[in-house]
């Protein structure tokens, strides 16, 4: 089977989490990464530059409305919520979209949000990534990602910075593979068959 996304979703100590993460995948890795990264309302582009010391694959924010393309590592822009949108008479590929809705979990971006709509859009085809993180955003997501036939993957919470949000989804069954950090990135090139 042919993944088509990646999800990842980070919180708390997720900034030396994505380092390892995107480091260890080659610059020609064809699976397209969607990144929520907890982040304050007011950040700006330090964490996408910060990251791109990382990886030779080109990170972006996305813009609304904008196809989801291989090879390329998007970031959610701060204060919005990233989702994923499915094919419409609209829109005739799968493409990204921005939403200033409440905070869910107490967080925008939310994990749970990317996660949610991009299940629905891809289902089978999906890849769940959940990091460190201090809260329990993701749980549901990778729930539903799990639900849809997706691959769910938790960092092992002995690696993880804070360990709560990687136990949360463990505790509530939706983890598949428990990994430690160093080990996410070499399992998706070899599960996406690259």
């Known amino acids: 089977m042919a993944f088509k996304l990646i999800v990842v979703g980070a919180s708390m100590g997720g900034l030396q989490a994505l380092e390892v993460l995107l480091g260890g995948l080659p610059k020609s890795f064809p699976v397209p990464l969607a990144i929520v990264q907890h982040r304050h309302k007011t950040s700006d582009e330090k964490l996408r530059m910060i990251l791109q010391q990382h990886t030779a694959l080109v990170i972006k924010e996305p813009q609304d409305k904008e196809e989801i393309m291989p090879g390329y590592i ?19 590929y799968p493409c990204f979209s921005l939403s200033t809705d409440a905070p ?24 769940g990534v959940l990091l460190t993180g201090a809260n329990h955003d993701g749980k549901h997501g990778m729930s539903k990602i799990k639900a849809h036939g ?30 430690p950090l160093v080990e996410i990135a070499p399992f998706l090139v070899k599960i996406c068959n690259f």
Do not use: W
């Open 150 to 179: 997706g691959r769910t993957i938790v960092e092992d919470p002995s690696t993880a910075t804070c360990p709560i949000m990687p136990k949360a989804a463990i505790t509530a069954g939706v983890a598949e593979t428990i990994l």
């Open 74 to 92: 998007y970031l959610a822009p701060a204060d919005y919520h990233l989702m994923v949108e499915t094919k419409s008479q609209n829109v005739p």
């Open 104 to 127: 869910v979990t107490y967080a925008r971006p939310s994990i749970d949000v990317l996660f949610e709509t991009a299940s629905d859009a891809y289902s089978e085809k999906l890849i």
